[in-house]
């Protein structure tokens, strides 16, 4: 089902999360083609946009085959986090801009922040308005439910950040301090749902089409967000469309095609990141594909130790060959 975010329309509600380290314009590419209705990219720092880090400038790339896409900014201050999101707004392809109000880590809290804003719904009301009166395009809020059990303030967040000016929100169900302990609370994502008129995005732990489902009708949301799931299974994303479109559940991917995937996925890797960079960051994908293969521990440590695309590609091939001869072996021994 259609919905928008703004003047966008997103043609269906499967949504990327944003990753740091996963979603990059590769990856991104690839969630588009296996059923994504939206993606959003890795948190990008406002210095490092004001800075014009050359890095920092890297990730912004957007590739045509991946609209509607977000690009997602965190902040401390009004001064840096408005010069990003203008930066975003004029320079580069994205077609909303995210504001990160849920990242836990430290390095970012101490800044003032990511997850810290939830303390305080006055100054999410600051923040986003600061925000959405300086640019054109739409904005949208991605947030946990609080900081800690004694401090959520999951409605009120929500409907600042929707006063604020906001299109859309995203809300994962995990506090900060919870990190990813734990269960997310889909209930206090139910009461967010109940109270707020803008499109709302549930996320944490829709790990399955049935899962999304659940979000969709018992928490009330208008679209899921998945993360985890996703990685090395981007799969999920058409499954869980095709699900929520006709109740029907498609087939799981074999491990071949697990494979021609995680190989495409590396190419991608390589082409924006060059065959040394690209082939590094690919390690920490690599097992997610092979994740439930048979057969496939070795494979695993060797990616994990292997270095440019080459010397990948043979690991995979050589994984793909010994697969066939082991089906071989097995359809002759049932003969
Ligand atoms: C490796 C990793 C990186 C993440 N990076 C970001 C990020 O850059 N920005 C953000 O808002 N959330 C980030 N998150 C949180 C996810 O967007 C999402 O809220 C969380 O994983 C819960 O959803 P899930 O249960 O579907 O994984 C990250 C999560 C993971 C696992």
Known sequence: MKWNIGNVTIPNQVVVAPMAGVTNSAFRIICKEYGAGLVVCEMISDRGIMYKN??????????PREHPMSIQIFGGTKETLVQAAKFVDQNTAADIIDINMGCPVNKVVKTDAGARWLLDPKK????????????????????????????????????????????ALAMHGRTRKQMYEGHADWGILKQVAQEIHIPFMGNGDVRTPQDAKKML??????????????????????????YLETGELLAEPTPEEKVVTAKEHLHRLVELK?????????????????????????TKVALTNASGESAMDDIFDEFLEKNEQRKARQHRIAQ
């Open 274 to 298: 060059g065959d040394y960079i690209g082939s590094h960051e690919f390690r920490g994908q690599a097992g997610y594909y092979l994740k439930g293969i048979p057969h496939s521990a070795r």
């Open 124 to 167: 999410v009301y600051e923040m986003v308005s600061y925000v959405t009166d300086a640019v054109k395009k739409p904005v949208t809020v991605k947030m946990r439910t609080g900081w800690d059990e004694d401090h959520i303030y999951a409605v009120e967040n929500a409907l600042a950040a929707e006063r604020a000016g906001a299109s």
């Open 54 to 63: 050359k890095k920092t400038l890297d990730m912004m790339f957007v590739d």
């Open 217 to 242: 009708t018992e928490v009330g949301t208008d679209a899921v967000m998945m993360g985890r799931a996703v990685e090395g299974n981007p799969w999920i994303l058409k499954q869980t469309q095709h």
